[in-house]
């Protein structure tokens, strides 16, 4: 079967959250709820020059890193789920949810080290679980998903993972990416380029600088 996943360029990125306010907008979720997010690292650091006094920068540099549904290769939504409203696709690899099954446990947003299934109150007063199914409708349409089209930077792509790789690109399981859980078991199908800084400094230590509200939902 065909595989596909999203492609994400760290060096063209730059951190504007289009790509979250087009999922947003298409799925109409409320306030403070997102399938897609957008987080910041920092690293680097600071030392006084011995002739100046100044201080000087020491591999200072940031980068972002977006992000929703990995449509694994092993979910670990799928099996959690009490009413087998979860399904990956037999011809795309695609994890989707069947919100006419879906009771709304929360059990799904709680197996993904990405939470990527989103439990949302207040739509039509009801609760919903929402996920990225990469835009189905948009594609069958011959249209892209909205994040991609947002994306001015054009740093995210649908790709078939076995076909469309770009050659720059590494699997998440392989990128070791410190700004994403890290769960090679799951087989995320999410490949990107690594921010050249990274590759450049691969033990330096990132730290997370985006606020909470950027990636936690609720």
Request: with cysteine; net charge neutral; charged share 25%.
């Amino acid at each position: 079967m065909t595989q596909l996943g999203f492609f994400f360029d760290a060096n063209s990125c730059i951190g504007c959250k289009a790509c979250v306010v087009a999922c947003k907008d298409v799925h109409n979720l409320p306030v403070g709820y997102k399938m897609r997010k957008v987080v910041t690292g920092e690293a680097g650091g600071w030392r006084i020059d011995a002739a100046s006094g100044l201080p000087q920068p020491v591999d200072v540099f940031s980068y972002s890193v977006s992000y929703s549904c990995m449509h694994c290769d092993n979910p670990a939504c799928l099996p959690k789920c009490p009413k087998q409203a979860i399904s990956k696709d037999a011809e795309t690899g695609v994890v989707s949810i069947d919100r006419g099954l879906c009771i709304r446990c929360g059990a799904c947003a709680k197996a993904c080290p990405w939470t990527a299934p989103v439990v949302v109150p207040r739509i039509d007063g009801k609760r919903k679980t929402w996920k990225c199914d990469l835009c189905g409708d948009l594609r069958a349409a011959g249209e892209e998903p909205a994040c991609v089209a947002a994306c001015s930077m054009r740093c995210l792509k649908v790709v078939d993972m076995g076909a469309s790789v770009p050659t720059e690109a590494v699997r998440l399981a392989d990128a070791h990416e410190p700004l994403l859980a890290d769960a090679p078991d799951l087989g995320p199908n999410m490949v990107m380029a690594v921010h050249r800084e990274r590759v450049k400094h691969p033990d330096v230590d990132v730290r997370m600088h985006s606020m909470p509200e950027e990636y936690v939902n609720g």
